[in-house]
């Protein structure tokens, strides 16, 4: 995992975040991620730069999600090459899972490929830069599949590098080991 949000943090069967929260008030928490935000923006000039921004980026982000409590956004890495047509109905109904789960689902695939090609290089290319930009508003990524293709390990590699929760399910949707 990312520098941001290192797998070590969820030794234990819990992240090391929410066992925090779980010691401390309400309060006390919003605090500690104040705290952490101020201390990664007053430093990032002068020691780790873009990877403090992020780790402020991170803190602040789940500022706004315990204060809004509002509901996350997943993106949904799953296939699509191969056997398109079946992959982006598949998509949507992973759409509808996570919206029953709380979410609130972003599928970049079945976006794009109403506009672009995925058999023109350049047009293939173009969408998957655009998915891994909608990554940086995005609270985590859940992968669906038995099979990681190329372009969901790229999509799972940037989720980690900011710090995203990365999730795997099964095709049954049960939570499996990345």
């Known amino acids: 995992m990312g520098k941001i949000n290192p797998e070590y943090y969820k030794m234990g069967g819990i992240e090391t975040i929410d066992f925090i929260k779980a010691k401390l008030t309400e309060e006390q928490f919003k605090g500690y991620l104040a705290g952490n935000a101020i201390k990664y923006l007053s430093r990032f000039e002068h020691k780790a730069g873009e990877e403090d921004l992020q780790k402020a980026q991170w803190y602040l982000n789940r500022m706004l999600m315990d204060q809004k409590r509002r509901r996350p956004v997943i993106y949904i890495c799953s296939p699509l090459r191969g056997e398109v047509e079946r992959n982006i109905k598949r998509a949507i109904s992973l759409s509808r899972y996570i919206y029953s789960q709380g979410g609130i689902p972003l599928a970049p695939h079945v976006i794009f490929t109403t506009f672009l090609d995925d058999e023109i290089p350049e047009e293939r290319a173009a969408g998957m ?20 293709s190329e372009g969901m390990a790229g999509e799972i590699k940037r989720a980690k590098s900011l710090g995203l929760t990365v999730k795997r399910f099964n095709s049954r949707l049960e939570v499996m080991a990345l």
Do not use: N
Request: hydrophobic share 50%.
């Open 129 to 148: 830069e655009m998915g891994l930009e909608l990554l940086r508003v995005c609270d985590e990524l859940w992968v669906f599949g038995e099979r990681i």
